[in-house]
């Protein structure tokens, strides 16, 4: 059975930062790229910013510079920096696999955590 757990969310103003970090169970984490997905209030999920098994990144427009996508191999962990954060990375942030690439970043892989809520007030 395949666990993706997310810890780190909360509150933070304008300017702040905080750091995701999601646990993985029951896959061959270094094989398997992953993937940060948000949902805002009202908006459809997007892809925020992915890492391959090989370690390249990926990141949408809105946030790059700003944040930062790595993964920790032996601990079967993938971390999410965010920095400058702004009001509207405001949305409930989600890690995510699956064992297609290509799944992984086209909104369909088939693992997700429970997810974790980011509030950033203006």
């Known amino acids: 059975q395949v666990l993706l757990a997310e810890s780190g969310g909360g509150l933070v103003q304008a300017g702040g930062s905080l750091r995701l970090s999601c646990v993985a169970s029951?896959?061959?984490?270094?094989?398997?790229?992953m993937a940060w997905y948000r949902q805002a209030p009202g908006k459809q999920r997007e892809l925020v910013a992915d890492?391959?098994?090989?370690?390249?990144?990926n990141y949408a427009d809105s946030v790059k510079g700003r944040f930062t996508i790595s993964r920790d191999n032996y601990k079967s962990t993938v971390n999410l920096q965010m920095n400058s954060l702004k009001f509207e990375d405001t949305a409930v942030y989600y890690c995510?696999?699956?064992?297609?690439?290509?799944?992984?970043?086209?909104?369909?892989?088939?693992?997700w955590g429970q997810g974790t809520q980011v509030t950033v007030s203006s």
């Open positions: 995510a696999t699956d064992y297609s690439s290509q799944r992984v970043v086209d909104g369909r892989p088939r693992f």
């Open positions: 890492i391959t098994s090989g370690g390249s990144t």
């Open positions: 029951g896959i061959i984490f270094s094989i398997n790229n």
